[in-house]
T-cell receptor
Framework: GAGVSQTPSNKVTEKGKYVELRCDPI?????LYWYRQSLGQGPEFLIY????????DSGLPNDRFFAVRPEGSVSTLKIQRTERGDSAVYLC????????????????FGPGTRLTVL | SQQGEEDPQALSIQEGENATMNCSYK?????LQWYRQNSGRGLVHLIL?????REKHSGRLRVTLDTSKKSSSLLITASRAADTASYFC??????????FGAGTRLFVKA
């Protein structure tokens, strides 16, 4: 079946501009995660959704970053007033559900969106 | 901030050799996972080990976990050129946030 897809695959923007990054999770997956990965580093947690609500947004670096998932499926990560330091690969993942604190549901990752802020 | 720390940062071996990567973490965990990433893009989940397990195998992969030392190791036996990738350990804080380490870059020479 179809995996997690992300669009665009590459985005080049100028400092100060607004960008939106889209994630289409695997159908039926209720949990959705956003990560940011800088060159040579591991993915850094940003936010995750259970259904339509942001269950944990503690990884968002500041209030220029916002994410929505209005219908519990597709999610959009929004970055306002972009800065050069926002340049990174933004990864999205989805999983079936979070069944409890001691359970694990495998996350399936998309290919990422490479954001370059000039 | 990232919890897991892998070492070595980079590893270069010949095809057929074994590759061992280590990971250390800082707080109590429910489970630890290992992921592979090719060409700086999508991650693929390799194996999960729960906090009450000490060793787990999957094909050519062997993972160990020592919760007293807060460390894990990933062993890839009989490596192949196709194993060339970055490998990350990741820990779950109560099954919610997943915290990744900085990764080990493995290069397998044919």
């Amino acid at each position: 079946g179809a995996g997690v897809s992300q669009t665009p695959s590459n985005k080049v923007t100028e400092k100060g501009k607004y960008v939106e990054l889209r994630c289409d999770p695997i159908s039926g997956h209720t949990a959705l995660y956003w990560y940011r990965q800088s060159l040579g580093q591991g993915p850094e947690f940003l936010i995750y959704f259970q259904g339509t609500g942001a269950a944990d947004d503690s990884g968002l670096p500041n209030d220029r970053f916002f994410a929505v998932r209005p219908e519990g499926s597709v999610s959009t990560l929004k970055i306002q007033r972009t800065e050069r330091g926002d340049s990174a690969v933004y990864l999205c993942a989805s999983s079936l559900s979070l069944a409890g604190a001691n359970s694990y549901n495998e996350q399936f990752f998309g290919p990422g969106t490479r954001l370059t802020v000039l | 901030s990232q919890q897991g720390e892998e070492d070595p940062q980079a590893l270069s071996i010949q095809e057929g050799e074994n590759a061992t990567m280590n990971c250390s973490y800082k707080t109590s965990i429910n489970n630890l996972q290992w992921y592979r990433q090719n060409s700086g893009r999508g991650l693929v989940h390799l194996i999960l080990i729960r906090s009450n397990e000490r060793e787990k195998h999957s094909g050519r992969l062997r993972v160990t976990l020592d919760t007293s030392k807060k460390s894990s190791s990933l062993l890839i036996t009989a490596s192949r050129a196709a194993d060339t990738a970055s490998y990350f350990c990741a820990t779950d804080e109560g099954g919610f946030k997943t915290i990744f380490g900085a990764g080990t870059r493995l290069f397998v020479k044919a």
